[in-house]
């Protein structure tokens, strides 16, 4: 996916769900199916098409049960939130339900220790729509300074 070879990474994407359409129906072939769904949702968001890519993250994260605990079933669980929480990129929706839904799949990456590296990602997207909802005077002041206005310039926010 990464060597954009997109047509050959998406064609053998199809083999896979051709394969796992054909087996039963069990935990794993729905795992599988999961990760090939977040994979095509990768691939939109590598060609541009945001709106694939959220739309791809939302079905992957219908296809995952509600209640299983295990690990990968967890990690692919914090990818697709997090990914989904692009959605107000797509529909301009900056509304504070976008905020919680950030803020609730923060909360989720925080839960575990295995997933402390998606924290940052979380927060750049709550930052990206707190300034698009207000400006920079929204964020905290660390993060105001990571910004690193030039002297003189308007805050691209307002």
Not at 16 to 42: A, H, K, N, P, W
Not at 74 to 101: C, F, I, K, N, P
Not at 111 to 135: K, N
Request: proline share 4%.
């Amino acid at each position: 996916m990464y060597t954009n070879h997109w047509q050959e990474a998406s064609a053998r994407l199809l083999a896979i769900e051709r394969e796992v359409g054909l087996g039963e129906d069990t935990q794993e072939e729905r795992d599988l199916m999961v990760q090939v769904v977040g994979c095509r949702s990768l691939l939109a968001r590598l060609s541009g098409d945001l709106e694939g890519y959220v739309a791809m993250a939302q079905r992957a994260l219908d296809l995952l049960p509600r209640t299983d605990t295990a690990p990968l079933t967890s990690v692919l669980r914090v990818g697709a939130l997090l990914d989904v929480a692009h959605a107000y990129l797509v529909s301009g929706d900056m509304t504070s339900e976008s905020e919680q839904l950030l803020a609730r799949t923060i909360g989720f990456a925080r839960a575990s220790l295995d997933y402390q590296l998606l924290i940052p990602r979380g927060l750049i997207l709550l930052a990206r729509l707190q300034v698009l909802q207000g400006g920079s005077s929204r964020l905290p002041l660390p993060m105001k300074r990571s910004c690193n206005w030039p002297r003189g310039s308007a805050d691209p926010g307002r």
